[in-house]
Nanobody, 117 residues
Framework: QVHLVESGGGLVQPGGSLRLSCAASGSTFSLYAMGWYRQAPGKQRELVASITPTSSANYADSVKGRFTISKDNAKNTVYLQMNSLKPDDTAVYYC???????????WGQGTQVTVSS
């Protein structure tokens, strides 16, 4: 079973930047599709960005042009670079992995991102 551990969250002012990391262990990283989700209080969890084993990326419309998802296969780590942060970006951000062999999926514990002046 793959284990996912997020880091890099924190408090940032509007317009600032944060870089989230998700370290994966327990399996072959290149066999997984990876994604970042977020959930604000009282709202449903939403997909923010995803990346395939071939590094094809997709983004929610709300973050296009501001967020970048990337991965380092050698380090078994996926990143979310968040720029030009807005208060509406405030949420717990979760790393997610889908094993493409049987479509089983796994979640990290989440990391809090707070954007406030």
């Amino acid at each position: 079973q793959v284990h996912l551990v997020e880091s890099g969250g924190g408090l940032v002012q509007p317009g600032g930047s944060l870089r989230l990391s998700c370290a994966a262990s327990g399996s072959t990283f290149s066999l997984y599709a990876m994604g970042w989700y977020r959930q604000a209080p009282g709202k449903q969890r939403e997909l923010v960005a995803s990346i395939t084993p071939t590094s094809s990326a997709n983004y929610a419309d709300s973050v296009k042009g501001r967020f970048t998802i990337s991965k380092d296969n050698a380090k078994n780590t996926v990143y979310l670079q968040m720029n030009s942060l807005k208060p509406d970006d405030t949420a717990v951000y979760y790393c997610h992995a889908v094993f493409l062999g049987d479509l089983s999926d796994y979640w990290g514990q989440g990391t809090q991102v707070t954007v406030s002046s």
